[in-house]
């Protein structure tokens, strides 16, 4: 679905991915983790083409997408919830979802996207009306969620979904992401620093260090490696 074939970014004369590979297939849940500074934003950027890569190509569903810009990769359903939710905090919450779906014309097919947004998270129904930015981190975290499945995306990526929430919502925020891959049907793209809990939902995992992918398999695979298990969960 997704193929990422040696891509090097960078900001200026600022070298920030070397050579770096990735696949997905449909229907997948691919991880991507490394420590803060790995690169990892800068490749989901560089895949929503808010960034072009100096070498390499990007393609998605055998179109090379690498010089496409950022309108055109998201109506092909390329979607991305960027770190830091980015919402529009002086708009309601309904304003907010409706912004998700400006490429639809369809008022039906907007509707329905209402109402299965409503049902995986019904607190953004409750507060519909209310101003985003009045929200709390964790609704806001599933506004920005809500808002990239407004979008009605065939690869969802979420960069940083878990980051400067209280430990009790991290673990909803990952079955969220499970059930928008397993039940809803739509491949998703995860970037994460917490490494246990992304190995444990995902299919693959790949391992990103001073921009370049240093490991990939299966998410148990990468829970049962010895550097991992090292560098990443302290074991």
């Not at 490749?43 to 070498?55: A, F, N």
């Not at 929430?165 to 499970?178: C, E, G, H, K, T």
Request: glycine share 8%; charged share 25%; aromatic share 6%.
């Amino acid at each position: 679905m997704l193929k990422v074939d040696s891509i090097d970014v960078a900001y200026g004369d600022v070298q920030v991915l070397h050579e770096v590979s990735l696949d997905i297939q449909e229907g997948e849940l691919v991880a991507v983790i490394g420590a803060n500074g790995a690169g990892k934003t800068t490749l989901l950027k560089t895949i929503s083409s808010l960034l072009r890569p100096i070498k390499g190509s990007i393609s998605f569903e055998d179109e090379t997408i690498s010089s496409m810009n950022p309108d055109r990769i998201v109506a092909r359903g390329i979607v991305q919830v960027p770190e830091g939710r980015l919402l529009f905090p002086d708009m309601s919450v309904r304003e907010n979802l409706e912004m998700g779906a400006y490429l639809e014309k369809d008022k039906n097919t907007v509707n329905e996207r209402f109402d299965s947004v409503y049902e995986l998270f019904p607190v953004l129904k409750e507060r519909s009306t209310q101003m985003a930015g009045t929200l709390s981190g964790g609704e806001q975290q599933m506004l920005a969620v809500g808002r990239g499945l407004m979008a009605g995306p065939k690869l969802f990526m979420f960069d940083e979904p878990s980051l400067g929430l209280a430990p009790m919502l991290v673990q909803s925020i990952f079955d969220r992401v499970q059930h928008i891959n397993k039940t809803l049907g739509v491949t998703v793209l995860l970037v994460e620093q917490n490494v246990r809990q992304s190995c444990e939902i995902s299919d693959r995992a790949f391992v990103l260090e001073n921009g370049r992918m240093v490991l990939h398999g299966t998410g148990l695979e990468m829970l049962e490696n010895d550097h991992v298990r090292e560098a990443y969960l302290g074991l």
